[in-house]
Structures are given as C-alpha cells and as structure tokens.
C-alpha cells in the first residue's frame, strides 16, 4: 500500500437544494457513506451535514480520481436511500459538489466545523468557503 496523506473536504447538496435528509435516517446515510468510503479504500475524518446538503472530510487514495470517488459517493447513498431505507422515497443528489484540500495540522478544525453543521447554520456562523458546492 502507497503512503499518502491527502486530506479532502467535500461538500454537496440535495437535487434543487430539497430538505430530504431527514432525521429519522440521516445517521444510516451517513453509515452508508463511510462504508463504501472504506470499500474504496478511503478514510472518514467525518460526516455532517443540514436537511439539503452534506459534509465530508475525508482522505482519499491516491490511485483513485476524486470525481470517481464522491461519483460513487453520491450514486451508492441515493441508491441506498431510494432502495433499502425507503423505496417510496426519492433522494436525488446535484451533479455538482465542493472539494477543497487542506493540511493535516487543519483536520481537528474541519472535523469540528463538519460535526457541528446544526449549530453553526443555526447561530449563522458558517464559513462560506467551506459551504460551496457549485460555482
């Protein structure tokens, strides 16, 4: 296995910026969005998010692209979503999505600003430029 350390904050949002990660499932997709990280040989630093768009701090193996990586992201959870938690529900993601590497000396930081999305969207004390997901 290849030695890397390469830190990535993703960030993506529901088709149309609907509400539709709801709470009584949020936890399950957020399970199934760190197995199939691990699954493609990737590494969660976290994951968090509000009702219509999602944060994840992660390392990501070199050897994989990183559109590759969040495409099989966003396809594997909508389908997990639309298929196994519930089918009569339609969780559809934005072709679009954020991602902005950073350091290891800032992962406590963005693991912070990931875990507490309520809290900051709640007090209005998001950072803009980790917020972005389309141009």
């Known amino acids: ?8 904050h993703f960030v993506w949002a529901t088709k149309g910026r609907e509400p539709l990660i709801m709470p009584e499932f949020e936890t399950r997709l957020y399970s199934a969005i760190a197995a199939k990280i ?12 509000m009702e219509e768009h999602v944060h994840l701090a992660a ?8 559109a590759t990586f969040i495409g ?6 909508s ?16 072709d679009e999505y954020g991602v902005l590497s950073f350091g290891e000396k800032n992962l406590p930081y963005i693991v912070r600003y990931i ?3 309520k809290q900051h969207h709640a007090e209005d004390t998001i950072q803009d430029r980790l917020e972005r997901f389309s141009p």
Request: proline share 8%.
């Open 1 to 8: 296995m290849p030695y890397y350390k390469l830190f990535y």
């Open 72 to 77: 099989e992201v966003k396809g594997n959870t």
């Open 59 to 66: 390392s990501v193996p070199p050897k994989l692209a990183l």
């Open 115 to 117: 875990k507490n999305q």
């Open 79 to 94: 389908h997990f979503v639309n298929h196994v938690i519930s089918p009569e529900f339609k969780l559809y993601w934005q």
């Open 38 to 49: 691990k699954e493609m040989g990737g590494i969660v630093h976290a994951i968090g998010g």
